[in-house]
């Protein structure tokens, strides 16, 4: 099934703490050849190479932001140094981040806002862990970490972000979620948004993460909720990656 026009397919690959200058080379060299026309790819490598592209071929995003403005953090990097970067898209809200950097709610909601208001896209991430789906709790679980941006910035928020929905037991692991599975919550998230308003959630689109390859794209993006993924292992491998890209073009 085509997505609507306005919802075109995002790739998204999430390099964590990977990769090098090497990887950069090999990436843009194989994205080179490529012409996409029916997806929008983006690339997030560590913070220190996000000046180290110069590939037309797809977007850079960063994986993190502080959500403090400047001052005596050290460490931190802040958004209106990433704005002054060829950096379009910012992912918030891992749950990496959430698990090893006690990121709340709370505080992925204000880095939602800070992305925002310097014109960037945030590349939101929610998800459950195996506890969590198994104790029946997962959509209110969700719920409650849609509510934290909804309730900091105002359902709006989502015309201007794209949603990715990662399941914490398919990330690294191998073991991908069905395409019915994924759908199942892909249209949960969107109904719930739409109970704010309906046209925002028909817009909003709504990523796949969790040990996605190139076997599995095609049958994940083609469910009528699901808007693309966001890549981790195979991203860091330019063949496999192009390849999903492919996978995605193909459904444009
Ligand atoms: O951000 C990407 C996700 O955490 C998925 O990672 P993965 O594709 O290695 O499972």
Redo the contacts with the bound molecule.
Sequence with gaps: MNKPQKRKILVAG?W?MNGNLALIDSMSQTFATQDFKHVDVVVCPPAVYLSSFNEPDFAIGAQNVSHLDGGAYTGEVSISMLSELPVKYV?VG???RREYFNESNELIAEKVYKILECGLTPIF?IGESEQIRESGKLFGFLAEQLDAVINRIGIQAFNQLIV?Y?PIW????GKTATPEQAQEVHHFIREHLAGHDANTASGVRILY????NAASASALFSQPDVDGG?????SLKPTEFVNICLAAEQLG
């Design positions: 999430n964590k992912i891992h749950s990496e991430c990715a990662e398919a990330i690294g692991t993460g969790g040990s996605v966001l890549v981790g292992g195979a």
